[in-house]
């Protein structure tokens, strides 16, 4: 496919849609990540070539007087109508007009993949969104303190010593957690795991929840530790930021300590990945437009994001 | 509602074709179609079939008259509506006035409608020209500003004479007006006690006041309220000295307009996390002038490269004031000495 350059703000308007991967700063609201796109399309498809003011109907009669007013009749004759001029009726783009909507929401202190339809995207997003594709998290925990909401930012509530923690026993405590998940899911299923209906079950993919009220873990592992930090991997659906700083939390009693969350980093939604992710750096019209593309051909990639076979979706109960 | 009542007495005016004889509704239904949209009028055509040609024709004119007072009547939505009809607004927007951005301001949309070019416009426009304010800004001003024309002029002629007799140079005038459409609009008497209040609370010589008049014009018309609780911020809380003040000051007033919160979050992450004392950060006032985000992406990068090295006794100085200039390209290459892919995997980890 040739590639031209395209200098018409309507042409590319028009082909705005779709889905964006953006990389979401921590500390950053999801709104504003979402007023800064917007108002920076917007921006950018205003410095494009934009329409001229449409003319006036040629046989319209005079309105108004136009007595003292030559350059009123001057304007006439030469047919611009000027309540068309941008500087009268205001640009011809405002934030307002681009549709934009995310797929699934991270909290404010969660960084990484954040995935937005734009435009006729919106549908696409519903789609993935309905499917529930899996979110990979990287969490980094700090042992020692333990605060009020899990997260590094508010009064620390409890400290504890943390010299008996090592990386065993944290990946023995992940693996355990992870086994308990699944096992869990499957009772919620109403099956018995050591039956031959868990294992058609099994057997028919990943049992994803049927809403999105109920949090689900499916894999849980230690990736990094150094001393006070400890980094796990999360693979999750419906997950929250509150349920992922809980889960630390818990973890961390569980081993004789406790800790609060220091980082959350969401590095992959479904075949959306971190390195394809735009950075704040990034967020102006040609970047998000080079983004809608590589985003389109990941969709094209993998059909099943959009349209997948319902693969036993229990009702959470 | 409308259009179905409207519908029926015309339905009732076709049965019983006595359409001659109550002229007087017939005109009455005229009127109100003409209040609607054109769209209705083709419908008034359609109605009307039965009628001679020459009487369509005349009624046609008629709707055209309508139209014209319709105009004269009607609310208007926005400013637009009116500058097909507009001189002063034609000639606006010749100077370039954002009319959109005029008309969202309580009640300027109003007052911009009422003025007439020639007699309320065209002496300011002269005026400013005379003070040495290019035509290319007209529009800029104007647009900020369109209050500019209540004033009285012989008001804005003493305004400049006080500046003038306060030994601003030409150039220095000519900034003020340019920068701060709002400046005229103040009174002598309120300017000269801003003027007073800086120099007294920072202790500024006469060259330094009008350095900083000129240097950000906003400044001194700017919320009292604001400035103040600004002062108290950098002197108690950040616990400048005066002299320090003094220079932070005059260097980047700016940093005076910005909120007191989001300052505090910059100094307290300049100080207590990049480690520089309050001497360095008078001599780069560009870093509190630098968003808190920016300053951390750049330190923690520099801090991975080990190359966060403030000290210029030691080596491998890397100055402050480098460090927030141009764009994270700039910033990369000539201040990290690394590339941009490398920055950008570290703000994914991140």
Known sequence: MALAKVYDAATVFKHLNGIINVYKPAGMKLKHVRNAIIGNIAKGLNEMELREPRKLARDTPLLGTGTAADSVLHNIASNTDLSDHILAAGPRYMPRDVRCATVATLGDHTSGVLLFGINDGLKQSIHIQRNRPIRVYHVTARMGTATENHMPDSRVTVRANHRHVSADRISGLAASLQASHQRKMYEMCGVDL?????????????????????????????????????????????????????????????????????????????????TDSLLRHGWHLPGIVKNLRRQREILEANPQLLE???IELHAAS | MFSLWLRNIAKIQNKTQIGTKCSIINQQVRQ?????????????????????QEQRIKSHKEIALDFGNREAHVPSFNLAAHVNNSTTLQQFISLGVDLHSIERRKGLGDFVLRLD???????????????GVAPDDF????????????EDLDALQTRMEYLESKRFSVEARQRILTQNPYWLMFSTRRIDRRLGYFQKEFHLSGHDIRLL??????????????LRKSVFTLREEMGFSSKELQTLIVHKPRLMMISPDDIIERFSYIHN???????????CPELLASREFRLRERHEFL??????????????????????????????????KSDLQTFDLFLKTR
């Open chain 2, 117 to 131: 070019f020639e007699k309320d416009v065209k002496p300011y426009l002269r005026f400013l020209a005379d003070q």
């Open chain 2, 32 to 52: 109100l179609r003409t209040l609607r949209s054109v769209q209705n009028e083709i419908q008034v055509e359609s109605a009307e079939q039965s009628l001679p």
């Open chain 1, 194 to 274: 050591q039956t031959q209906a868990a294992y058609e079950l099994a057997c028919k993919g990943l049992i994803r929840p049927a809403d999105n009220s109920q949090p689900v873990l499916y894999g849980i592992k230690l990736i990094h530790f150094e001393r006070p930090n400890f980094t796990l991997e999360l693979h999750a659906i419906n997950e929250s930021e509150q349920f992922i700083a809980a889960l630390i939390h818990d973890m961390a009693i569980e081993l004789r300590t406790v800790a609060h969350c220091s980082q959350l980093r969401c590095v992959r939604h479904a075949h959306f990945d971190v």
């Open chain 2, 273 to 283: 996390e990049m480690g520089l004392s309050h001497k360095q950060i008078v001599q």
């Open chain 1, 308 to 310: 997948q076979e319902r």
């Open chain 2, 139 to 150: 529009g800029r001003l104007i647009t900020k500003n369109p209050l500019l024309f209540k």
């Open chain 2, 213 to 226: 008049a000129t240097k950000e014009p906003r400044l001194i018309t700017y919320n009292m309220d604001h």
């Open chain 2, 303 to 336: 801090k991975l490269l080990g190359r966060a090295q403030y000290d210029p006794q030691k080596d491998l100085y890397v100055s402050p004031s480098d460090m927030v200039l141009g764009n994270n390209f700039y910033f990369v290459r000539n201040v990290a």
